[in-house]
T-cell receptor, first 111, second 113 residues
Framework: ETGVTQSPTHLIKTRGQQVTLRCSSQSGHNTVSWYQQALGQGPQFIFQYYREEENGRGNFPPRFSGLQFPNYSSELNVNALELDDSALYLC??????????FGDGTRLSIL | GESVGLHLPTLSVQEGDNSIINCAYSNSASDYFIWYKQESGKGPQFIIDIRSNMDKRQGQRVTVLLNKTVKHLSLQIAATQPGDSAVYFCAENLNSGYSTLTFGKGTMLLVSP
């Protein structure tokens, strides 16, 4: 059974740029959630995708957007990057009411 | 403020001791709780979960206790090993029509040989 995989592992961008992060869900999982984890903090919920539609959203601005594909993989897009967007971005997949399982994240640094 | 918090930011124990990590939550509507372990450079790893209709659940070397009266959650690790050293997060799920997790800040567990 393949777990949640994320790419890239590290990324460096400058303010104002756009970024796309990718996530492959664990086999058999149909729901993907994205979280932002700042240094020394717990993960913060960004949004969730279920059956290719956004199923819920946390307190993040519209420049954070996403997609889910028919194979349940997902992308997180962030436009107009700001310094405060520097963080570890985590993807978690799940099936129905079962626990969410996380990937190892993408470390995004904004210069 | 955050609805999930931890009492102890750092817990230091000796190898072989039992460890207890505590967590307070404030939302009485939360119906599902999960403990995650996060090692440096890794994503959170599922340890154990418990639903609100239970007050205790046991896994391999771990036990989670839920006290809904005082909105308190704890993770007990038996015979703690150096490999247990990590940051531990409790997370709560609100029954809001979709499953999202609210995490606290985490507790660092340091196990000395």
């Amino acid at each position: 059974e393949t777990g949640v995989t994320q790419s890239p592992t590290h990324l460096i961008k400058t303010r104002g740029q756009q970024v796309t992060l990718r996530c492959s869900s664990q086999s058999g999982h149909n729901t993907v959630s994205w979280y932002q984890q700042a240094l020394g903090q717990g993960p913060q919920f960004i949004f969730q995708y279920y059956r290719e539609e956004e199923n819920g959203r946390g307190n993040f601005p519209p420049r954070f957007s996403g997609l889910q594909f028919p194979n349940y993989s997902s992308e997180l897009n962030v436009n107009a990057l700001e310094l405060d967007d520097s963080a570890l971005y985590l993807c978690a997949s799940s099936f129905e009411d079962q626990p969410q399982h996380f990937g190892d994240g993408t470390r995004l640094s904004i210069l | 403020g955050e609805s999930v918090g931890l009492h102890l930011p750092t817990l230091s124990v000796q190898e072989g001791d039992n460890s207890i990590i505590n967590c307070a939550y404030s939302n009485s509507a939360s119906d599902y709780f999960i403990w995650y372990k996060q090692e440096s450079g890794k994503g959170p790893q599922f340890i154990i979960d418990i639903r609100s209709n239970m007050d205790k659940r046991q896994g391999q070397r771990v036990t989670v206790l839920l006290n809904k009266t005082v909105k308190h959650l704890s993770l007990q690790i038996a015979a703690t090993q150096p490999g247990d050293s990590a940051v531990y997060f409790c997370a709560e799920n609100l029954n809001s029509g979709y499953s999202t997790l609210t995490f606290g800040k985490g507790t660092m567990l340091l196990v000395s040989p």
